[in-house]
C-alpha cells in the first residue's frame, strides 16, 4: 500500500483527528521524483472554504542509505529548525504507525517553488542562468546561514555529537567502510583504495555545525529569484561544515559541466562561502571530502543495484544506477590520480 | 550481478503494470503492448556477453603475475587466493583477479608508508578494466 492507493476515507478520518477539523481529500498527485521515499501532494476541502495543501513523505526501506535516516529524528529536526528561521518545510506530525499508507510517514505544509531536476537539459540550462543572478549568492548564504545555526542553543545535541578533532571524519569513514562491505557484490578494489587513502588522511574538523548532508540545488524549491525552501534533510548531522561543501563540489553533481552543482564555478563558491562565513576554507580538506562523497556516492549506487538484485525492490531507476556503475568507479579513479 | 534475464522481464513488468496504466492514446497503448510482448521474446534469445571479461581478466592477471614476481612477501601473500582453485569462465577469472588487486590495496594501506608507485600501477591497471566496463555503457 502508499499514499496513491490508499482509499480516501481513511485519509479523511485519520487527517481529520489529527487536524482537528473535518476536511475532504479533494486531490491527490504523487510528487516525489526520489528515488527512496514516496512524496504526495494532498489537497483538503475544509469547512472554512480555505483550501489546505499537505505533503505527505512516506518512507520505504530497502533503497539507498536507509541506514542513516531515522524519520523521527527527520521530524524533530524540521521542528526545531522551521523555528528558527530557516526556510524549510513547516512539519506538522510524524506518524510511526505504517497502518494508513504502509509504513511510517510525515506530513508538512506545503512550499511555494519549483524543484528543478539538476542534471536534466531544463535544469542544467535553468541553473547556468541562475547562478549568475541572485540564486547563485543564495544558494551560497543559506548554506553559510545552516552552518551558523547555534545547535547548542536549538538543543540538536540529538542528532550526535561527533567527537572532537578527526573524530567527525573518522567516524564517516568507518561508517563508509562498513556500507561497502554490506552492499558490494563484486570486489571493488578502486572504492577499496579510496577508502585507504581517505583512512589515510583524515583532516581535523575546524569546528563542528549543523550540516544538512545532501545540500545541493535538487534539494532546493525556487521561485523566481528565491529559494524558498531547503527540502531533503534526512542526512542531517552535526560535524565538519567541509562535510556539505565537499559534496557540493563532488563530480557526482556537477557531470557535464564545470559549475558546481550545475550553478557556480568553485572557486565562486568558495570565495562567497568565505566572504558570508568569515572562514577560511581548507582546500586540502575539502578535497578529502569532494573523494569521501564520491565514494559514498558509488557505494549508494552498488546498493541500488544489490537491492534490485536481490528483489528487495523493483524500481527501475536503481536498476539503472547498477549499469551505470562505471560511470561512478570512474569519477573515483578520476579523484585518485589527482590526488 | 543483475542478469540480462531479470533486467528484461522487469522492464517488461514494469511497462504492463506501472506504464500501460498510465496511457490513454489508443496507438501508444499498443505500443506500450508490443514493446513489453518483444521484451518476453528477448528473454528467451539474450544472454549475458562475456568477451569483455575475457580481455580484462588476461590484463589483470598478466598484472597480478608481474607484482607477485618482483614484490616483497607482502604483496605476494596478499595475491594469493585464499580458496587456491582458479574459475573456469572469464567472468570468473576477472573477478578473482580484481579480488587479489584488492587485497592487496588493502594490505599496501596497512602499511606505515604505502608504497605510492606501486599503487599508481594497480591503478593503472585498473583503469584499462575500467575502461572495458566502460565501453559497455552508453
Redesign the interface.
Known sequence: MGISDCPRERIERRFTERLDEPVHLAHRSIAGEGLSDETAILDFDRPSGEPLRLVVRLFRPGTVARHEVRPERLHRLLTTLSVAGLPVPRPLWFDPDPELFGGPYSVVSWQPGSAVVPWSPEGRAYLAEAGRGPIGDLFVRLLADIHAVDWRALDLGFLGVPGPGRGFAEARVAELERYLRRVR??????L??A???L??QIPPSARTALVHGDYRTGNLLFEDDRVTAVLDWEFAALGDPLYDLGWVCCPSNRIGTELVCMLLPEETLLTRYERCTGTTVNRTALRFWVLFHQVRHAVMWLEA?HS??SGAT?D?RL?RM???M??M??MV?DL??AA | MITPERALLAIRQELLARVLPAVTDQRARSSVVAAAGILGELVLQTREDDEWAARSAEQLETAVHRWREAGPEIVCTALDSPSGTAPATPSGRRVAALEAVERLVARLWQEPEPSMELLRDIRTVLRADLDEQLKRIR
Do not use: K, M, Q, S
Request: glycine share 6%; no cysteine.
Open positions: 557484490v563484486e570486489p571493488e578494489p578502486l577499496v583504495d577508502l585507504g587513502l583512512r589515510n543495484g534490485f538484485e523493483d527501475l536498476a547498477h549499469y551505470t562505471p560511470i568507479r570512474r579513479a585518485l590520480e
